[in-house]
């Protein structure tokens, strides 16, 4: 069974920061591409930010210059350091990874449970 635990949510006030982890645990052979996506109340889940095993990056551009994302492969976890914190940035984060479960075999997206962000004007 893979499971993929985040941590680090919060209650946090505007202009302040937040530092979001994602570990994956169980029997896979690799964890590939990993990324944080989000989801507020009446929206849709949209990207915040995604990186490769390799370590290249992509953000959303609402999130651009303020959320780095990293990775430890050694662990299979995922951060999102959150810099410089809207009230827009209040939503749910959920974890994303691609794992490989079995050698030269297609990858699995797998989801974290969620963990709530507010940011207070």
């Known amino acids: 069974q893979v499971k993929l635990v985040e941590s680090g949510g919060g209650l946090v006030q505007a202009g302040g920061s937040l530092r979001l982890s994602c570990a994956a645990s169980?029997?896979?052979?690799?964890?590939?591409?990993m990324g944080w996506y989000r989801q507020a109340p009446g929206n849709r889940r949209e990207l915040v930010a995604t990186?490769?095993?390799?370590?290249?990056?992509n953000y959303a551009d609402s999130v651009k210059g303020r959320f780095t994302i990293s990775r430890d492969n050694a662990k299979n976890t995922v951060y999102l350091q959150m810099s410089s914190l809207k009230p827009e940035d209040t939503a749910v984060y959920y974890c994303?990874?691609?794992?490989?479960?079995?050698?030269?075999?297609?990858?699995?997206?797998?989801w974290g449970q969620g963990t709530q962000v507010t940011v207070s004007s």
């Open positions: 994303n990874a691609y794992i490989m479960r079995i050698f030269a075999t297609p990858t699995t997206a797998y």
């Open positions: 990186i490769t095993r390799d370590g290249s990056t």
């Open positions: 169980g029997s896979f052979f690799r964890v590939n591409a």
